[in-house]
């Protein structure tokens, strides 16, 4: 589930900036959107991480985190409005810090302490593999919509991010489906 998310996340990752560029946003902005990601990330990895061991609810935390970064990704792809994709992009990058320390916690949940370090790569190859290839998406998407459809890059770049969300929605579900379940539930 973490790997369909990744790959709307590495979509987005090179998207969502081009997107910015294509509706007039310039250096100044384009800074903006990246500042206000990372200020939105530290606080999701801080918050959720912490909320989630003292509240017992990781499950929940993980699969609203994978529905904000699906939500995120298609509100981008329903706009034009710079204001709104940086709020959204904002919310995808808070969504995205926030699961990833819970991610790691339920990776390691029961097992030995001699497991943890196998487990976490594990989660990282996933990750890893789903950004590439949300990557890969992007370009295929873009390049395959302009080669062979003539589509504009706004056309195109909205239909990545959808792409994208899509993505994100099915590995939620999918993470819904095969998370362990809560400690004590």
Known sequence: ??????????GASLVVPLYV?????????????AAAAAAAGAPGALVAGRLADRTGHRRGYVIGAIGVVAAGLGVVAAVESI?????ANAA????????????????????????????IARLNEWQGVGWA????????????????????AITL??????????SAGGGGLVAARTLPPNPGA
């Open 83 to 87: 204001p709104v994709v940086l709020v």
């Open 133 to 152: 290839l949300g990557l890969l998406v992007g370009f295929l998407v873009i390049v395959g919509g302009e080669q062979l459809l003539g589509l504009d």
């Open 1 to 10: 589930g973490w790997g369909l998310a990744a790959i709307g996340l590495g």
């Open 21 to 33: 560029v294509e509706l007039g946003g310039g250096p100044i902005t384009l800074g903006v959107l």
């Open 92 to 119: 995808i990058w808070f969504a995205f810090a926030a699961a990833t320390p819970v991610l790691t916690l339920l990776s390691v949940v029961g097992a030995p302490e001699a497991e943890w370090s196998d487990r």
């Open 157 to 166: 770049q909205r239909a990545v991010c959808l792409v994208c969300a899509v």
